[in-house]
């Protein structure tokens, strides 16, 4: 199985997704390859947000060796899920997908928490700390789902 988390710099959200989906797939020594990408270049290469990088280290997770890369069309070959941070790289994730078996692969991932009033992660960039903390406990959430889909595969 391999697993893609999607956001729009790669620097905040899909890092994160990505450290705690990677940790969960070590600890349950389960053979699943994840990684990161966001739907813009701004930051490619780039390590993720510091403010990020120590929310998931007070956590146990370590995304510090993440690098920013852009989602390109070969990704869905690559991967047989990618999961969105929201609606807007949704939409742009399905603009370069080429056929329904590309668009089949793609979900927001706060729709796999059951009763989610919110359908979106938000953006932590242009907030507090507390943003941080909450991106980080939405995305441990989704990830244990994940994890409890892929274990019973």
């Excluded at 929310?55 to 899920?81: C, M, N, P, W, Y």
């Excluded at 999961?83 to 668009?103: A, C, H, K, P």
Aim: with cysteine; hydrophobic share 35%; charged share 25%.
């Amino acid at each position: 199985m391999k697993i893609l988390m999607v956001c729009l710099g790669n620097i905040c959200r899909s890092p994160m997704a990505d450290g705690l989906m990677r940790k969960k797939v070590k600890d349950h020594n389960l053979d699943t390859y994840v990684d990161s990408a966001g739907t813009a270049n701004y930051h490619a290469g780039g390590a993720p947000d510091t403010r990020m990088t120590q929310t998931a280290k007070r956590k146990g997770v370590d995304i510090s060796e993440l690098k920013a890369r852009q989602f390109v069309v070969s990704d869905f070959d690559t991967f047989d899920l990618i999961y969105v941070m929201d609606q807007s790289n949704y939409n742009n994730v399905i603009r370069l997908s080429r056929n329904e078996s590309d668009r089949n692969k793609v979900q927001l991932i706060l729709e796999l928490l059951p009763n989610q009033d919110e359908i979106e992660v938000p953006d932590p960039y242009y907030g507090g700390q507390d943003g941080f903390e909450h991106v980080y406990d939405l995305l441990d959430k989704c990830t244990d789902i994940i994890l409890n889909n892929l274990r019973h595969e």
